[in-house]
């Protein structure tokens, strides 16, 4: 069974940094690209960052040069670390991937921005 467990928002002031982190089970974690997506209120889902099983990286251009995602095989965890955030990066943060051609999805962690 596939699960991903997400974990590391929270409230941070604008300039701040967060690192997520999702943890995956139930498949050949090292064999699939991973990706991070987020949705704020009344906006929808914006794919943030993703990182192919080599290790090749894409970014949406908003979050470029500011959030890097990175994996460990080993411990089959995906992350984004986030900085010099802003305001308009709250929304909650989602680990996603499609394995079998079945799309899954964490539960998703909260960031919020703000002073």
């Known amino acids: 069974q596939v699960q991903l467990v997400e974990s590391g928002g929270g409230l941070v002031q604008p300039g701040g940094s967060l690192r997520l982190s999702c943890a995956a089970s139930?498949?050949?974690?090292?064999?699939?690209?991973m990706s991070w997506v987020r949705q704020a209120p009344g906006k929808q889902r914006e794919l943030v960052a993703g990182?192919?099983?080599?290790?090749?990286?894409n970014y949406a251009d908003s979050v470029k040069g500011r959030f890097a995602i990175s994996r460990d095989n080993a411990k089959k965890t995906v992350y984004l670390q986030m900085n010099s955030l802003k305001p308009e990066d709250t929304a909650i943060y989602y680990c996603?991937?499609?394995?079998?051609?079945?799309?899954?999805w964490g539960q998703g962690t909260q960031v919020t921005v703000s002073s």
């Open positions: 990182i192919t099983n080599r290790g090749s990286t």
């Open positions: 139930g498949f050949t974690f090292s064999a699939y690209l």
């Open positions: 996603t991937t499609v394995v079998f051609a079945t799309n899954y």
